[in-house]
């Protein structure tokens, strides 16, 4: 049979929009937590059209990618550059959906005036305690009532246990935790406050994490859920120990929450999420640059299906899994820690379709 090639065109595309559609993840999960991803301010401006249609489709959740860090929104003392925060929180206020601001106090991507002083001397300690009310002060006003979350610390604890050595701790000590949530629980009430961290299966950081959250709240200092990142590899978490952390972080209290889901599929370099933690290039680091195998891909989507599966089973505390990005060809972890790898991390492959341990609930 003869079809002109207008007409076979024609066919070809009814053909592909007659394909069914994932059912949204959404409403998958809609009992069990929300469901979202991180956002870049491409995707948000219109400039990843396929990204903003798996986000508008299957997430009732965002959170910024890099927009609302304090190198990006407050460059220098008393600046504010609102353009990409501003179009982040219209985006999602537009979907009707829960929006994350991240992060307000985390010692990477740190505006380089926040802690010191014109000679490049860290601040005494009354100056950053200053600078931080203000800065945590200005971001929740402007958004009271539209951001609904916010991560308010970031990483401020190592996998032993001890705080990490960042300008806050350098400069206030451990007060500089509690004082950040004390001064966001003035600044928007209504907000859900986190404390959020990496590499959080590792025992000593687990218990003090659970204690810090304990002394907080019987202060009566809000910590509504403690953020679990949970940038994962093929050998790494212990789900075991990460099980048993969700378990601890729930006798707090506070919620569980899945802040920053991805897991790479290529030979571990670094366990933890530190960016400053980077490895130069090699070949032997990226050997799928055109594809994952199938059976790469197999073992990927199980793993994958096991940690959705224990989020399920504690869905009573875990409120929300987030990815950290949309799609495979947008993840950081194609250039963390080592640049210019091709990886494959996300829920969403390099050609926007979804991956197949989703299917196994969407199909449900
Ligand atoms: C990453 C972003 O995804 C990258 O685009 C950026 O270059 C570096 O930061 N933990 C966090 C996130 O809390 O903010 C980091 O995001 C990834 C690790």
Redesign the pocket.
């Known amino acids: 049979m003869f079809f002109p090639a207008a007409l076979g065109a024609l066919l070809l595309a009814s053909c592909a929009a007659d394909k069914p559609q994932d059912k949204p993840l959404k409403d998958t999960f809609a009992d069990n937590f929300l469901i979202g991803a991180?956002v870049?301010v491409d995707l948000v401006n219109g400039a990843d059209p396929k990204g903003d249609s798996i986000v508008s489709r299957h997430f009732n959740t965002i959170v910024a990618?890099?927009c609302m860090?304090s190198e990006k929104v407050n460059p220098a003392e008393g600046v504010y550059v609102w353009d990409d925060a501003d179009a982040f929180v219209k985006y999602g206020e537009e979907r009707g959906m829960f929006i994350v601001g991240?992060?307000l106090v985390?010692h990477?991507?740190l505006a380089p005036w926040f802690a010191v002083d014109s000679l490049g001397a860290p601040v005494p300690p009354e100056v950053l305690k200053e600078r931080m009310r203000n800065h945590i002060t200005t971001m929740m006003t402007r958004y009271k009532g539209r951001v609904q979350g916010w991560d308010v610390v970031?990483?401020a604890i190592l996998d032993d246990g001890t705080y990490r050595k960042s300008p806050f701790y350098e400069i206030l000590g451990e007060e500089f935790i509690p004082f950040a949530f004390q001064c966001a629980m003035e600044a928007d009430p209504d907000a859900e406050l986190y404390i959020?961290d990496?590499s959080m299966a590792s025992p000593a950081k687990r218990d003090k994490y659970v204690e810090i959250v304990n002394d907080m709240r019987s202060k009566g200092i809000r910590v509504d859920a403690i953020g679990m990142?949970g940038?994962m590899g093929m050998d790494y978490p212990d789900f075991n120990e990460f099980e048993n952390s969700i378990v601890a972080f729930g006798t707090t209290g506070a919620k569980v929450m899945i802040t920053?889901w991805d897991m790479s599929a290529l030979p571990t370099v670094n366990t933890g999420?530190n960016?400053a933690d980077t490895a130069a290039y090699a070949a032997a680091l990226n050997p799928y640059p055109d594809g994952l195998p199938a059976e790469v891909s197999q073992e990927w989507n199980d793993r994958m299906k096991k940690a959705m599966d224990m989020f399920i089973r504690h869905s009573d505390i875990i409120t929300r899994v987030n990815a950290?990005?949309t799609d495979d060809g947008m993840s950081?972890k194609n250039n963390?820690p080592v640049p210019g790898r091709s990886e494959y991390p996300l829920l969403f492959d390099r050609s926007y379709n979804l991956k197949p341990f989703l299917t196994e609930y969407t199909e449900k």
């Open positions: 991180a870049n990618e890099n860090k991240h992060t985390w990477s991507q970031n990483e959020n990496y990142q940038h920053e999420a960016v950290w990005g950081w963390w």
